[in-house]
């Protein structure tokens, strides 16, 4: 007599799942959004069992949560990039910068308004493992304001703390603006992180 097939037969190992499942869900996240994120669609997309992906996410949140993390790893990367452009004036360096966090945050808009969104900052929904990583992103880019007030990319007379917020704070609004298609939209980037460069730019 043949046995009755297990509710969920699909395979416990999948590689690299964690890599996969957050592949996927940043896909479905930019394709459908974040409505369409569930962790029995995710398990059936990649083709694993629900067990498996459960080792891994114990729920929705946790998985939204390392979907944002890995957003502030890459603006990290990208944070880091302006001073290997030594060719350029100041202002085209600080520009290059702004251009390049906005291009980040206008092509995947999608990842950028989880990352900073009241869904998983609202009442200290954030796990550990998001604020880490986020705060550390911060503390980078302050570094990086010191580094460019000392070779006078940014002005030397400012508070590192208080430059690093109002220099953040101006990306991330101009870049809702994008986003959002509020008074701005990407056909002016270039125009905006021209401003943007000479404005912060002048010590």
């Not at 891994?56 to 944002?68: E, G, N, Q, V």
Request: hydrophobic letters at 40%; aromatic letters at 8%; one cysteine or more.
């Amino acid at each position: 007599m043949n046995k009755a097939p297990t509710k969920d037969s699909r395979p416990y190992h999948h590689g690299d799942l964690r890599k996969s499942l957050l592949q996927e869900a940043a896909s479905l996240l930019a394709n459908e959004g974040i409505e369409s994120l569930s962790l029995r669609r995710l398990a059936d997309n990649v083709g694993v069992s629900r067990t498996a992906l459960y080792h891994h996410f114990k729920d929705k949140h946790a998985l939204l949560c390392a979907i944002a993390a890995e957003g502030f790893a890459e603006l990290e990367s990208i944070m880091a990039s302006i001073g290997q452009q030594s060719s350029l004036t100041p202002a085209q360096r600080y520009g290059l910068f702004a251009r390049n966090y906005l291009d980040y945050a206008t092509q995947n808009p999608a990842r950028y308004s989880l990352m900073f969104g009241h869904t998983l900052w609202r009442q200290n929904l954030a796990d550990d493992s998001l604020k880490g990583v986020a705060y550390q992103s911060f503390k980078q880019h302050l570094s990086a304001v010191k580094a460019w007030q000392s070779c006078g990319i940014l002005p030397q007379d400012q508070d590192s703390l208080r430059l690093t917020q109002v220099t953040w704070g101006t990306l991330h609004g101009l870049a809702q603006l994008v986003i959002d298609g509020v008074y701005a939209d990407s056909n002016h980037l270039d125009e905006i992180c021209q401003c943007v460069g000479e404005l912060f730019s002048r010590a």
